[in-house]
């Protein structure tokens, strides 16, 4: 399996100069992606050999980001099959001319998929950053100063994207605690007036994954009593951060609300991880293999500074992978390559 992994990162470093060969001359109109939903449009002149550390100024200037940020954020290139974060000599515009062969390297999608994908660039968190270096950074830059909150801003807005992409497996009363303060910061305190059951239920999908609200039909509660639906608890949960928060949601208010939401993702260990999408094989005897194979199970693959977490899809519950794990095989379908 050494042997495997050795042949793919040649092969990985061979379309990297592949790449880097293709150098091509003239003005070229980017768009640099954050996840708060906003873009930095800019036209470069020699775009082509912009590289990934040029782009990256381009946004600590645009957003007023300090020159510490460099150790918290990094470029990617981002599109729904794969991830792969940038080094700083690397060219994006370049490697975006290749997805089709790093797609084909990295994921097992069909050719049709790969050749509908497409990547964009992203600035959002080095997935090299540990937790106590975020910790610090954000303390470290001033809690009033507006750099701060510019980086803790993009920072929720980043866990925001994965808590609701089904990334974060948590208990549900943090999904709700989480759900509540982002309501707080985006609908502001609660209104019985305004804010009712179909407005929450209208947007369960922006504030929770996927498992939380889709209504699943389980035979085994069938005469129990039902639990309450989901968009009563978010009602609750916005109605209870409101309950102390009457100021206008800015400022040091704001912050506060950024590092609560942050603080309740930084209990689970797959916080800050880079995401594959696989298949788990179990070991099963020789025998029964041959005859019918071993079960599978579509995982979700955490992997992160702190190690490496494993999501069974079909039912959210995360298991950390350790060395006794060791026999457990993944294989990955969505890959999040690491540069």
């Known amino acids: 399996m050494a042997e495997r992994y050795r042949k793919r990162d040649d092969e990985h470093e061979q379309l990297v100069k592949k790449a880097h060969e293709k150098a091509m001359d003239g003005a070229v109109e980017i768009v640099l992606w954050l996840r708060d939903r906003k873009g930095i449009h800019v036209n470069l002149e020699d775009g082509h050999q912009a590289e990934a ?156 994954p996927p498992h939380m609200y889709k209504f699943k039909l389980q035979l085994l509660h069938i005469g129990k009593s039902k639990e309450r639906p989901c968009e009563e608890l978010f009602m609750e949960a916005h109605r209870q951060i409101s309950a102390n928060r009457r100021e206008e949601i800015r400022g040091s208010v704001l912050r506060d609300l950024y590092r609560q939401y942050l603080q309740i993702c930084w209990k689970y260990p797959c916080y800050g991880s880079a995401f594959f999408e696989g298949v788990i094989e179990k070991p099963c005897h020789k025998v029964k293999k041959a005859i019918l194979g071993c079960q599978q199970t579509e995982v979700l693959v955490a992997i992160n500074t702190d190690g490496v977490t494993v999501t069974d899809k079909e039912k959210p519950v995360s298991k950390i992978v350790s060395e006794e794990n060791q026999n457990i095989f993944v294989s990955t379908r969505r890959h999040n390559a690491l540069g």
Request: glycine share 4%.
């Open 53 to 208: 550390a040029d782009l990256f100024e381009i946004v600590l200037e645009q957003r007023g980001l300090p020159p510490e940020s460099e150790n918290v954020f990094s470029v990617w290139l981002v599109s729904p099959l794969l991830e792969l974060r940038l080094k700083n000599h690397h060219k994006p515009f370049q490697l975006a001319q290749l997805w089709d062969d790093f797609c084909a390297m990295y994921t097992d999608s069909s050719a049709d998929e790969i050749t509908r994908d497409e990547p964009v660039v992203m600035f959002q968190r080095n997935v090299f950053l540990t937790l106590e270096e975020e910790m610090k950074a954000i303390r470290g830059y001033g809690e009033y100063k507006s750099s701060n909150e510019t980086i803790l801003c993009l920072l929720y807005h980043e866990a925001k994207f994965n808590v609701a992409e089904g990334r974060y497996i948590m208990d549900p009363s943090d999904y709700h605690a989480l759900a509540g303060i982002q309501a707080l910061i985006h609908l502001g305190p609660y209104d019985p007036k305004n804010h009712v059951p179909s407005q929450y239920r209208a947007n369960l999908s922006k504030f929770y």
